[in-house]
C-alpha cells in the first residue's frame, strides 16, 4: 500500500502543494468550459433577440413535466455528491462507495430520459438543421431553436456521460481505498466537475423549458 | 488642424486655403491616396494626415531616444553596473496621458464622422445594389437597373442598400472612401456624394470565391442633366469623363448603354425556351403564368404556401423537383449548368417588370417567405455540392 | 554558495531512449519536441507566403489561378496562426523556463504538458492532411456563408484547428497553476520576472477565449458539413453572429501571440541594459490590462459588417485603451535604457526591430481603429500590413530574440554572433521591404485576398516580393547557423550572458530536475545595481 509520502510526485514540495495544485487547475479547467458553453448561450440570446415569437412558441414543445423530472434527478444526484465527499472526509468509505453509485445511476437515468425526450422529438420531426420538418412550427425561428436546443443540449450529455465515467472511476478508487480524510483529489474534482454539470443544466433548463 | 479636420473643408482667408490644399496635395501624393472625390473624403483624408503625422512624430522620437541612449550608454567596460535610477512616474505619466489624449481625439473625430458616412441626408437618391458571385447589380426605384456600372448624379447624395444573393460581399470604391458588406438576408446602407464626373473603380472586399479579385464595379458620376438624360434612356458620353475603367466592363469607347435588365430578361427567356411553357400575359399554358407571379404566394403540390422570391425562381430553375406550383404537370427541364448568374438575374427583374404591385415594379427584391427545406440533388443529377451552392450556379 | 559536487547529467543526455523522449515528462524534452515542430510550422507557413507573393508579381494571372491562391493564403494564415504564433513563445520558451524561472522543478502538471504535445502534432497533422486533400480557400476567418458552401475540403482544418485549440487550453492551465503553486522561497509575485507575468496573462486569455473558437468551428463545420444553416440567411441564420463570436476569439488571440513576445523584449532589455525595468508595476499592469481590455474591443474587426454606429463607437474607445496599455510599454522599454549599461548582441537587435516595428504597428492599429478611416482601409493591404508589423516584426521578433538569448541555456552552446547580427539585419530590412509598401498598397485601394489587381499598383507589389525573398533568406540562415551550433557551437557555463535570472544559475544545459536544490531568492529579477552577479548561483557580487 503507498504511503501517503509516495504520492508526492518528485517535482511538488508535499501532498498540500500537489492538492492545491490539483484543485486550482480544475477550476481553470471549469472556467474553460463555462466559456464553452456560454459562447452557445449567446449565439442562443442573438437569435432569441430575432425572433421572438417563434422562440416563445418553441419553448412550449419542449415538455415541462419532463424537464422539471430531469432537474430534480440531477440536483438529488449532485446532492449525493457532495455526501459523497463528506463521508470520505469522515472516513465512511464503505457509505461512499453506496453514493457515489447512486450518483452514477441518476446519472445514467438523466440520459436515458434525454433519450426518449429526444426520440419524441425526431418522431414528431423535429431534427436538428437540414432535417426539420416539424409540421406544427414551420418557420425558420423555429428550426433555428430546435438546432440550438439539439446542439446546447447535446453538448451538455456529452459532457454529462463523460462525468458518469469519471464517477466509474472514482468508485472504483474509493473501494480499492486509495482515499484518505485528508487527501482525495480524485473524488473532490470529479465532485467539482458535477456540480459544474449539474449548473450548465440549470440553465438549460431555464432557457429550454421555462421560459414558454 | 483639427477644425479643418472636422468641417473637412477650409475656411478664411484665400491664402490659408491655399496652403491647405498644397498640404493636402503633398500628403496625398506621399501617401499615395486616391482622388478626393466625394464630399467625404477630404475630411477623411485630414484625419488620416493628423493620425500619420502624429505616428510619425512618435516613431521619430522613440527611434532618436533609442539611438542616443545606446551611443551614449554603450557598456565601456565588463564589469560596469550602474547605480538605480529613481523612476520619474510623473514623467511617464504626462506622457502616457499625453499619447492618450491624442488617440482619445482620433476617436471623437473618426467616429463622428463614421456616423456621418451612416445617416444619409434627408435627399438622397436611393440605389438598390446586389452583390452575387461574382458582379453588382445595380436597381433604381425609378429607372433602369443596370449590371456591373453605377451612374450617379454629381452633387447629389446616393444612398446605396446593400444586399447579396448568396454570401458576403463588400462593395468598395476608394476614390469616395465608401465600403460596406454586402450580407445575404439583410439590408446595409452606406451614402456618398460625387464631387466630380468621372468614371471610379469600385471593387468587392470581402472573400466570396474564385471570382473575388474580378468582382469590379465602374462608378460612372454624371452631370445632373446628364444623369436625367441617361434615366429618360439616353446613353451618356462615358468615352469623355476622366478616370481609369474597370478591365471586365468594355472601354469607354465601346460602352453601349447597357439594356434595362428587364428586357434582357425577356431576351434571355425566349432564347432559353422559357416562353414555350410560359405566358407573360396571364393565359394559362404549361407552366404558371409569369404574369403576376413574382412575390406572390402559391399553393404546392403538396399543399403547401410559398411565396416566389428570389431565391424560389433561383432555386427552382436549377431544381425542379423543388416545390412545384399546384395544378401543374411536373415537365420542367433543370437548367443548371446551362444558365449563368447573370441570366437569371435578367429573367427575375422581367418577371418583376410583369407584375402590377408597385412595390414588385420598384424592383426591390423581396427575401421573407417561408424556410427552403435542404436541397438535395436527386440521384445521378449534377453533383453540385447539398446546400447553397446548388442555389446560384 | 556554490555547489562543489559533480554535475548531473543534463536534460538531453540524461536518458538517450528513443521511449524516453516520445514518453518524457521532462517540461525542457517537451520544449525542445515543441520548437522543432513549432519551427517547422514557420517554415511551412512562409513558404506558402513565397508561393503567393509570386502570384502577385504579375497583375493578371500567370502563375496559379484563383482557386489555388485563395488557398495558398488561408493556408499561410491557418499555419501561421494557428500551428506558428499562438503556441510559439509559450510552449517552446514558456514550456523551458517556466519552472526554471521560478525555481521549481516542473510544471504543475507534466503528464497534461505531454498531452498538450501530442494533441498539437495530431491537430497540426490534420490541418495538413486537410491542405493536401486541396485545403480551404476561405480565409483563416471561414467567414460564412462562402465558408459554407465551398466545395473545398474545409472540414480537416476545422477539426485540426479545435484538436489545436485543446492543446493551447492544456497549455494555459498548466501555467496558471504552476505559477500559482510552485514558486520557490522567497519568489512573490512581485519578484517574478516579466516573462514569466506575461506567460501568466497569456494563459488567462488561453483558457478563457479559446473555448469560444473551439465551439465556432464546430457550428462552422456543422454548418459546411451538413448543411445545419446555423449562420445561412435561407434557412434563417446570421452570418454576422459568426463574425461576433470568431472575432471574441480571435482578438484576445492576438494578444496570446503578442504579450509572451513583450515580455521577452522587457527581459532582453533589462538584462542586456543592466538595469531594472523603469517601472515594474506599470508594465505588470498594462499586461493584466491588455488581457482583460482585449477581451473587449472584438467589434473593431466588424465596422463595416452592418453594426449600429453606437456599437462601433463602443468597440473603438475601448481599442484605443489597448493602445493605451502598449504604450505604457514602449515606454518603459525606452525608458530602461536610460543610464543604463547596453550590450549589443543579436538578441539586442532584435529587441530594436521590435521597437520600432512594433511602436509603428501599434500606432497603424490606432489609425483602424478609428472608425471612419477603418471604413477606407478594412479589407485592404492596409490592415495586412498592420498586423504583420505586429505578427512578423512584433511576435515573431519576440521568437527570434528568445532563441538566441536562450540558445545557450537550451543547449549549452553559443551561436556565432557575427551571423547573428546578420541575419537580424537581414530580416529586419527585408521586413521593412516587404510590408511598408503594403501600407501604400492599402492607401491606394488595393484589396486583400486579391490574386489580380489593376496595373498601376504593380510597383509596390513587386517591391514586397522581393523584400519577402530577403526575409525568407534571414530566417533560413538564422536556423541554419543554430542548427549547426548545437551540435558545433562554443560550449558555454552556466551564465555566459553574465546576468540574473534563476535559469542562469544552474548548468546549460541544465539536469534533469532543474536545480540540485531549491534556490532561495532574496532580492528583484533585475536589482543590477547590487553588482555583478556570482557565477554559481546569481547571487550579486559588488
Not at chain 2, 237 to 257: C, D, F, K, S
Not at chain 3, 136 to 157: E, K, L, N, R
Not at chain 3, 522 to 531: E, F, R, T
Amino acid at each position: 500500500m503507498r504511503t501517503m509520502e509516495s504520492r508526492v510526485r518528485d517535482y511538488f514540495a508535499d501532498l498540500a502543494q500537489q492538492g492545491h495544485a490539483a484543485r486550482l487547475g480544475i477550476w481553470l479547467f471549469l472556467a474553460s468550459e463555462a466559456l464553452l458553453f456560454s459562447a452557445l448561450f449567446a449565439l442562443f440570446a442573438g437569435y432569441r433577440a430575432t425572433y421572438p415569437t417563434e422562440f416563445r412558441a418553441a419553448a412550449g414543445v419542449t415538455g415541462f413535466g419532463l424537464g422539471a423530472t430531469m432537474t430534480f434527478v440531477l440536483l438529488t444526484s449532485s446532492f449525493l455528491m457532495a455526501e459523497s465527499v463528506e463521508r470520505v472526509r469522515g472516513g465512511r468509505y464503505g457509505t461512499a462507495s453506496w453514493l457515489l453509485g447512486g450518483v452514477a445511476v441518476l446519472g445514467i437515468i438523466f440520459l436515458a430520459l434525454k433519450a426518449t425526450e429526444w426520440g419524441r422529438h425526431l418522431a414528431d420531426g423535429i431534427l436538428p438543421g437540414p432535417g426539420y420538418h416539424f409540421a406544427e412550427l414551420p418557420e425558420r425561428g423555429a428550426r433555428i431553436y430546435f438546432t440550438l436546443y439539439y446542439l446546447m443540449t447535446g453538448l451538455h450529455i456529452v459532457h454529462l456521460a463523460g462525468g458518469v465515467a469519471a464517477v466509474g472511476v472514482v468508485l472504483a478508487l474509493n473501494r480499492r481505498r486509495r482515499f484518505t480524510p485528508e487527501y482525495h483529489p480524485q473524488l473532490e474534482l470529479t465532485g467539482l466537475y458535477w456540480q459544474f454539470v449539474d449548473i450548465v443544466w440549470l440553465f438549460l433548463w431555464a432557457v429550454f423549458y421555462l421560459d414558454r | 488642424m483639427i477644425g479643418v479636420v472636422v468641417q473637412g473643408a477650409s475656411g478664411g482667408s484665400a491664402r490659408w486655403e491655399g496652403l491647405v490644399e498644397s498640404l493636402n496635395r503633398l500628403y496625398r501624393k506621399i501617401l499615395m491616396l486616391p482622388e478626393q472625390a466625394s464630399t467625404m473624403a477630404r475630411g477623411l483624408d485630414f484625419l488620416h494626415y493628423f493620425e500619420i503625422t502624429v505616428m510619425n512624430v512618435v516613431a521619430l522620437v522613440i527611434a532618436l531616444t533609442t539611438l542616443y541612449f545606446v551611443i551614449r550608454y554603450r557598456r565601456r567596460r565588463d564589469a560596469e553596473y550602474p547605480p538605480r535610477v529613481k523612476p520619474s512616474i510623473s514623467f511617464e505619466l504626462g506622457v502616457i496621458a499625453g499619447l492618450f489624449s491624442f488617440f482619445i481625439l482620433f476617436w471623437v473625430i473618426g467616429f463622428r464622422q463614421y456616423v456621418e458616412m451612416l445617416e444619409a441626408p434627408e435627399d438622397a437618391l436611393d440605389v438598390y445594389v446586389v452583390g452575387k458571385q461574382w458582379m453588382w447589380q445595380f436597381a433604381y426605384p425609378e429607372g433602369p437597373a443596370s449590371v456591373g456600372i453605377l451612374y450617379v448624379p454629381v452633387g447629389r447624395p446616393v444612398r446605396l442598400h446593400l444586399t447579396s444573393r448568396d454570401v458576403i460581399h463588400s462593395f468598395f470604391v476608394p476614390e469616395f472612401r465608401i465600403k460596406r458588406d454586402a450580407v445575404p438576408g439583410m439590408y446595409t446602407t452606406i451614402w456618398f456624394e460625387a464631387t466630380r464626373p468621372g468614371v471610379y473603380l469600385g471593387f468587392c472586399a470581402e472573400l466570396c470565391g474564385v471570382g473575388h479579385s474580378k468582382m469590379r464595379a465602374g462608378v460612372v458620376a454624371l452631370r445632373p442633366e446628364e444623369y436625367d438624360a441617361w434615366l429618360r434612356g439616353r446613353p451618356p458620353m462615358v468615352a469623355q469623363l476622366p478616370g481609369r475603367v474597370p478591365p471586365n466592363i468594355e472601354a469607354p469607347t465601346q460602352l453601349e448603354y447597357q439594356q434595362e435588365l428587364a428586357l434582357l430578361g425577356q431576351e434571355v427567356a425566349a432564347r432559353h425556351g422559357c416562353l414555350r411553357c410560359h405566358s407573360t400575359d396571364g393565359s394559362p399554358h404549361i407552366g404558371p403564368t409569369w404574369y403576376n407571379l413574382y412575390g406572390a404566394w402559391e399553393t404546392m403540390a403538396d399543399g403547401e404556401r410559398v411565396r416566389v422570391t428570389e431565391q424560389y425562381i433561383t432555386r427552382y430553375i436549377m431544381d425542379p423537383n423543388f416545390k412545384r406550383v399546384a395544378g401543374f404537370e411536373p415537365v420542367m427541364p433543370s437548367f443548371m449548368g446551362q444558365i449563368t448568374p447573370a441570366e437569371i438575374a435578367a429573367i427575375i427583374e422581367y418577371m418583376k417588370a410583369l407584375s402590377t404591385e408597385p412595390e414588385v415594379r420598384s424592383g426591390r427584391a423581396i427575401f421573407e417567405g417561408p424556410p427552403l427545406p435542404p436541397f438535395a440533388p436527386a440521384p445521378g443529377t449534377d453533383t453540385i455540392r447539398a446546400g447553397g451552392a446548388g442555389r446560384n450556379r | 554558495m556554490s555547489v562543489t559536487t559533480q554535475e548531473p547529467a543534463s536534460y538531453l543526455g540524461a536518458e538517450r531512449t528513443v521511449r524516453s523522449w516520445l514518453l518524457t515528462t521532462d517540461h525542457k524534452r517537451i520544449a525542445v519536441a515543441f520548437l522543432v515542430a513549432v519551427v517547422g510550422a514557420l517554415f511551412l507557413g512562409g513558404i506558402f507566403a513565397l508561393l503567393l507573393r509570386l502570384e502577385l508579381l504579375m497583375p493578371e494571372e500567370h502563375w496559379v489561378e484563383a482557386a489555388l491562391y485563395n488557398r495558398l493564403f488561408t493556408l499561410h494564415g491557418v499555419i501561421m496562426v494557428w500551428l506558428f504564433l499562438i503556441p510559439s513563445i509559450p510552449v517552446t520558451f514558456g514550456n523551458f523556463l517556466l519552472p526554471l524561472m521560478i525555481g521549481a522543478r516542473d510544471l504543475a502538471f507534466p503528464r497534461l504538458n505531454l498531452a498538450s504535445l501530442y494533441s498539437y502534432l495530431l491537430g497540426s497533422v490534420v490541418v495538413i492532411v486537410g491542405a493536401i486533400a486541396g485545403g480551404a480557400d476561405t480565409g483563416w476567418t471561414f467567414y460564412p456563408p462562402y465558408s459554407a458552401q465551398t466545395p473545398m475540403s474545409v472540414s480537416p482544418i476545422l477539426i485540426g484547428v479545435f484538436i489545436l485549440g485543446v492543446s493551447s487550453t492544456m497549455t494555459g492551465i498548466n501555467f496558471i497553476v504552476t505559477t500559482h503553486t510552485m514558486r520557490t522561497e522567497g519568489m512573490t509575485w512581485l519578484r517574478l520576472p516579466l516573462f514569466v507575468w506575461a506567460l501568466y496573462a497569456t494563459s488567462v486569455i488561453l483558457v478563457l477565449a479559446t473555448p469560444v473558437l473551439g465551439i465556432t468551428l464546430i457550428l462552422v463545420w456543422l454548418d459546411h458539413a451538413m448543411n445545419f444553416g446555423i449562420f445561412d440567411p435561407a434557412y434563417g441564420g446570421d452570418p454576422i453572429l459568426y463574425q461576433h463570436l470568431f472575432w471574441f476569439y480571435s482578438h484576445p488571440a492576438v494578444y496570446i501571440m503578442i504579450l509572451p513576445a513583450m515580455g521577452v523584449m522587457s527581459e532582453i532589455v533589462c538584462h542586456f541594459s543592466r538595469k531594472e525595468i523603469f517601472s515594474y508595476l506599470a508594465i505588470v499592469g498594462s499586461t493584466l490590462g491588455i488581457a482583460f481590455v482585449g477581451f473587449l474591443t472584438w467589434g473593431h474587426h466588424m465596422f463595416t459588417a452592418g453594426m449600429s454606429s453606437f456599437d462601433a463607437g463602443v468597440f473603438g474607445i475601448l481599442s484605443m485603451f489597448v493602445a493605451l496599455f502598449s504604450a505604457i510599454k514602449v515606454f518603459n522599454w525606452v525608458a530602461t535604457m536610460y543610464k543604463g549599461s547596453i550590450a549589443l548582441p543579436a538578441p539586442m537587435l532584435y529587441f530594436f526591430g521590435f521597437l520600432i516595428l512594433f511602436s509603428v504597428g501599434g500606432m497603424t492599429g490606432v489609425g483602424v481603429a478609428s472608425t471612419s478611416l477603418d471604413v477606407y482601409w478594412h479589407d485592404t493591404y492596409f490592415v495586412v500590413a498592420h498586423f504583420h508589423f505586429i505578427m512578423v516584426g512584433g511576435a515573431m521578433m519576440g521568437f527570434l530574440a528568445a532563441l538566441h538569448y536562450w540558445f545557450p541555456k537550451i543547449f549549452g552552446r553559443m551561436y556565432p554572433e557575427r551571423l547573428g547580427t546578420t541575419a537580424a539585419v537581414t530580416v529586419i530590412m527585408g521586413f521593412l521591404l516587404t510590408f511598408v509598401p503594403q501600407f501604400l498598397l492599402g492607401n491606394a485601394g488595393m484589396p486583400r485576398r486579391y490574386n489580380t489587381y489593376p496595373e498601376h499598383y504593380q510597383t509596390l507589389h513587386v517591391i514586397s516580393t522581393v523584400g519577402s525573398w530577403a526575409i525568407a533568406g534571414g530566417i533560413v540562415l538564422v536556423f541554419a547557423y543554430l542548427l549547426w551550433s548545437v551540435w558545433w557551437g562554443r560550449p558555454v557555463g552556466r551564465n555566459p550572458w553574465g546576468v540574473l535570472g534563476l535559469e542562469w544559475t544552474t548548468s546549460s544545459p541544465p539536469p534533469k530536475h532543474n536545480f540540485t536544490l531549491p534556490p532561495t531568492v532574496a532580492h528583484g529579477p533585475y536589482d543590477y545595481w547590487l553588482g555583478r552577479p556570482d557565477e554559481d548561483d546569481g547571487e550579486p557580487r559588488t
